[in-house]
């Protein structure tokens, strides 16, 4: 048993690589010319930054099944056919219209066709997270992105203000304004969840898939990450506003207000965490 999977082995990494890996070269060198605008776009805008780190995400979330991989032949399935010409139509079209979002989200498409089509379903099973992970990588198209965030700003600020009241903060609330009796605040875009939801959005995608947890609860923490990444920054911007009230001014130049994508990061993660240690806990009573 363990010498027929070792010769197994051996013959994917010796005899397969040369017909398999080619394919994969060339897709990758196709899409190569999106790079460098990728790049500056995630160095131009820090809420853009976990770009950098998707690409590495998405390959450990395929490395760390290579053993489920290994031990499954490849069968190439026809059914990777059309979902590959998808991808490069979308890819032509793009390129054609000059139009780089429709360009870039071809990319996931096009290699999880190569997947189907190169290994067939039994290993595209194992593939396909760090695959569509690679979406997180790209940008939205600014124009929306700025409609969005304008009404993520009111929410933030009518929701933040309902607690400030709730909270014996006298403030009034005109429309992204907060006027408090010593200072006025502004939920300004930067103070908005909707640039950051991507890199919060591929937080909670990451974290379900590495948890060793059942299919309904990495699908719960999944839909959860947005409604607690809006949660997370309303109790970021109540809570600055309460300490400008309460301690002073000089708590707006502080790092808990001025870096507010990673406090809004680190809140969103450690809700998660509770949510999912929460969720596991009734999981195992039920069980008992």
């Not at 569509?132 to 009518?158: E, N």
């Amino acid at each position: 048993m363990t010498t027929a999977t070792t010769a197994e082995r051996v013959q994917w990494s010796r005899a397969t690589w040369a017909w398999f890996l080619p394919p994969w070269i060339a897709a990758l060198a196709l899409y190569a010319p999106l790079v460098p605008g990728l790049v500056h776009e995630w160095s131009e805008f820090p809420s853009l930054s976990h770009g950098f780190a998707i690409p590495f995400i998405a390959a450990y979330l395929v490395w760390a099944r290579r053993d489920e991989i290994r031990a499954r032949a490849l069968a190439p399935s026809a059914w990777g056919f059309p979902v590959l010409m998808g991808g490069l139509f979308v890819f032509t079209v793009g390129m054609r219209a000059s139009e780089p979002f429709v360009a870039r989200v071809s990319l996931p498409v096009t290699l999880l066709g190569l997947s189907l089509l190169l290994a067939g379903f039994a290993i595209t099973r194992y593939t396909w997270p760090g695959i569509v992970y690679l979406f997180f990588m790209i940008p939205l198209p600014w124009g929306t992105v700025k409609q969005v965030t304008y009404r993520s700003r009111l929410f933030d600020a009518d929701a933040s203000a309902m607690f400030l009241k709730w909270m014996g903060i006298p403030v009034y609330h005109d429309g992204v304004m907060l006027h408090l009796p010593n200072v006025n605040l502004e939920v300004a875009d930067a103070c908005s969840s909707i640039p950051a939801i991507a890199a919060l959005l591929s937080l909670g995608v990451a974290y379900a898939v590495v948890a060793q947890r059942p299919t309904w609860l990495r699908m719960t923490l999944i839909l959860s990450t947005l409604p607690l990444a809006i949660g997370a920054n309303i109790i970021r911007i109540t809570s600055v506003a309460a300490l400008a009230y309460w301690v002073g001014l000089w708590t707006l130049h502080t790092s808990y207000h001025m870096f507010n994508g990673t406090v809004n990061f680190l809140f969103t993660f450690i809700f998660l965490m509770i949510l999912d240690a929460v969720l596991l806990g009734l999981t195992r009573r039920r069980r008992a």
